[in-house]
């Protein structure tokens, strides 16, 4: 039953608070509230420091934590159907929640699901020693790595594959795996690479030997098992005792689904109580080619998953796909659960994704208690994309909250 605007927005303030910069956004002669303020920007660094491993067009940890602890109980089911690096999961997880991760690339599963169950810091150093540095005698990526870098990165993928195919690959090894996913390249001496784009994406080999050849460097050896220490001691730096009992309760029941996110069978209806959740926006990201060197460590196929992945380049033919998922999220929602679909800020903020969305979420049957926008003030310039930041001003995060 549809609700007026009165009544959405002080569902919406029991959500986010009275705070803000209220509007309205008008669809279909219905009004709906739009919110504006700095939600959790302000307080990022105290994320936990499981976090810290780099994916393409990830959202901050404090978005789904800020959702999760106000729309869920402990063990209430957290879903995302675009789980990407595992955000949303790895956040419900440390909060005490069961958790759904969904994504047709496996490579998020690769990257999310041991974080939900680390190993301890010895079990790494023990294991990391039963480990070859030498590799097959290939050297197909000299314009990213130090030949003998890459000897111990060809044999850290032979020992992953080898470990997979006779059934001994265990959480240790998932671990590794994932942290040394995560430091293949990337622009400091902290990756296993020479200066090459940041850690999240890497280029062309066509690409990188371009870079090379402007900035006049050579690949230097890098010692992959320190880097791959170095990075997991910080990765389990800031995890407290309490982390660790929800993430040992929470792994135990944690799903990994590879789906298209429109057709997700396995979930039971009427079962999530929250969905948190961002897609692939149009095709501003190329998740094939900014991973093609992680799928291949990893031993998966980029062409293959590239078939897969929601690349839409019209905003009909994105919302045709968004209509078969929040189809989808409406049936495995359970009643007066949420969704927090997030649309970012596409085109320096001329695309309201949000404005398409909605009355998208309402076909499916959601009724949605409006539109939350998390506005970012940046105080620093970062040109590493070629963008000053200090001549944007903000960067915003656009939430639909919709409710069953």
């Known amino acids: 039953m549809a609700v007026n605007i009165e009544n959405r927005q002080k569902a919406l303030e029991a959500i986010v608070g009275s705070g803000g910069i209220w509007s309205e956004f008008v669809f279909d002669d219905e009004c709906f509230p739009v919110v504006t303020d700095e939600y959790w920007t302000s307080k990022q660094r105290q994320a936990s420091s499981l976090h810290e491993i780099s994916y393409r067009a990830c959202f901050k940890p404090q978005l789904p934590r800020f959702f999760i602890g106000r729309l869920t109980s402990p063990m209430d089911i957290v879903y995302d159907p675009f789980g990407g690096r595992g955000t949303t999961a790895v956040e419900a997880g440390l909060l005490g929640r069961q958790v759904i991760s969904n994504d047709v690339n496996p490579l998020s599963q690769m990257l ?5 169950n680390p190993p301890i ?3 790494i150093v023990n294991r990391l020693a039963k ?3 030498i590799g097959d005698e290939k ?3 000299e314009m990213f790595f130090h030949p003998q870098t890459e000897g111990e990165i060809r044999a850290l993928r032979q020992w992953f594959i080898s470990r997979q195919k006779n059934g001994s690959f265990d959480n240790v090894d998932g671990w590794i795996r994932m942290v040394a996913t995560n430091r293949l ?3 400091s001496p902290g990756f296993f690479s020479v200066y090459t784009l940041p850690p999240n994406q890497a280029v062309s080999c066509k690409k990188q030997i371009e870079i090379n050849n402007k900035r006049n460097q050579i690949p230097e050896y890098r010692d992959t098992h320190a880097l791959i220490l170095k990075k997991s001691r910080q990765l389990l730096a800031g995890i407290s005792q309490a982390d660790k009992s929800n993430l040992a309760t929470v792994s135990k029941s944690a799903r990994f689904l590879i789906h298209d996110a429109g057709a997700t069978g396995d979930i039971p209806s009427d079962s999530v109580s929250l969905t948190v959740t961002s897609p692939p926006f149009l095709d501003v990201v190329q998740y094939q080619n900014d991973n093609w060197l992680r799928c291949w460590f990893c031993g998966l196929d980029a062409n293959e998953i590239g078939k897969n992945i929601t690349m839409a380049r019209t905003v009909d033919g994105w919302a045709t796909i968004m209509g078969d998922v929040l189809k989808e999220l409406y049936r495995i929602t359970k009643p007066c659960g949420h969704v927090a679909f997030e649309v970012g800020e596409v085109k320096k903020g001329r695309l309201k994704l949000e404005e398409e ?3 998208i979420g309402i076909h499916a049957g959601f009724d949605p208690l409006g539109i939350v926008i998390n506005t970012q003030v940046f105080t620093k310039t ?6 000053d930041n200090n001549s944007k001003g903000t960067n915003s995060n656009r939430i639909v909250v919709f409710r069953k």
């Open 357 to 359: 969305i909605l009355p």
């Open 382 to 387: 970062a040109n590493i994309w070629g963008v």
């Open 112 to 116: 999310a699901k041991p974080r939900l």
């Open 139 to 141: 050297n197909d990526l």
């Open 121 to 123: 810091f010895e079990e």
């Open 131 to 133: 480990i070859s540095r």
């Open 185 to 187: 390249t990337g622009h």
